[in-house]
T-cell receptor, first 112, second 112 residues
Framework: DAKTTQPPSMDCAEGRAANLPCNHS???????VYWYRQIHSQGPQYIIH???NNETNEMASLIITEDRKSSTLILPHATLRDTAVYYCIVRVGGNQGGKLIFGQGTELSVKP | NAGVTQTPKFQVLKTGQSMTLQCAQD?????MSWYRQDPGMGLRLIHYSVGAGITDQGEVPNGYNVSRSTTEDFPLRLLSAAPSQTSVYFCASENSGGHEQYFGPGTRLTVT
């Protein structure tokens, strides 16, 4: 699985968009980009995933560059409850036996 | 659905003791995994299973055993606890062909 690089920490003002970047320059053609977050000491929570196209769900949007070497997770209107560690993970799609390889993630602090 | 459940929530062991961390899921997921998370670090994969009777090693398998006799249960055994195994342990499950991994609430283990 390709490695990812994320900034260790970011701040965001409440109500503003939070844009979390991720570099995955060695991504292969059949590898997806996944985002999970971990609030406080809870188990990680799935947010969104994508292969090539931009994706949006009720939690966030995922923008993947055309060369697929980087992506951005967007939380459109960040709230205090979005304060968490966000993990960007690259792996081949769903038939991977439940393997997720986590990096250090980005610690997002949403401030009033 | 209860989702992914883990017991116990907290455990203190003395060096050399053995114990089993329990994990169960009621979503009929084929894939199950165990991770550990040390303070300030991302999660690391210990062992995983793609179905009943099949297990494989992850990134940090030494000192741990697993078995998968049923789809629902995936216990993690510490053979002879060491202080280096002090960590938070998360269990997760995933449907084959799916993209979302579901995590349990974690077991906080301290080895003295």
């Amino acid at each position: 699985d390709a490695k990812t690089t994320q900034p260790p920490s970011m701040d965001c003002a409440e109500g503003r968009a939070a844009n979390l970047p991720c570099n995955h320059s060695t991504i292969s053609g059949n590898e997806y980009v996944y985002w999970y977050r971990q609030i406080h000491s809870q188990g990680p929570q799935y947010i969104i995933h994508g292969l090539k196209n931009n994706e949006t769900n009720e939690m966030a949007s995922l923008i993947i560059t055309e060369d697929r070497k980087s992506s951005t997770l967007i939380l459109p209107h960040a709230t205090l409850r979005d304060t968490a560690v966000y993990y960007c993970i690259v792996r081949v799609g769903g038939n991977q036996g439940g393997k997720l390889i986590f990096g250090q993630g980005t610690e997002l602090s949403v401030k009033p | 659905n209860a989702g992914v459940t883990q017991t116990p929530k907290f455990q203190v062991l003395k060096t050399g003791q053995s114990m089993t961390l329990q994990c169960a899921q009621d979503m009929n997921h084929e894939y199950m995994s165990w991770y550990r998370q040390d303070p300030g670090m991302g999660l690391r994969l210990i062992h995983y299973s793609v179905g009943a009777g099949i297990t494989d090693q992850g990134e940090v398998p030494n000192g741990y055993n697993v078995s998968r006799s049923t789809t629902e249960d995936f216990p993690l055994r510490l053979l002879s606890a060491a202080p280096s195994q002090t960590s938070v342990y998360f269990c997760a499950s995933e449907n084959s062909g799916g993209h979302e991994q579901y995590f349990g609430p974690g077991t906080r283990l301290t080895v003295t």
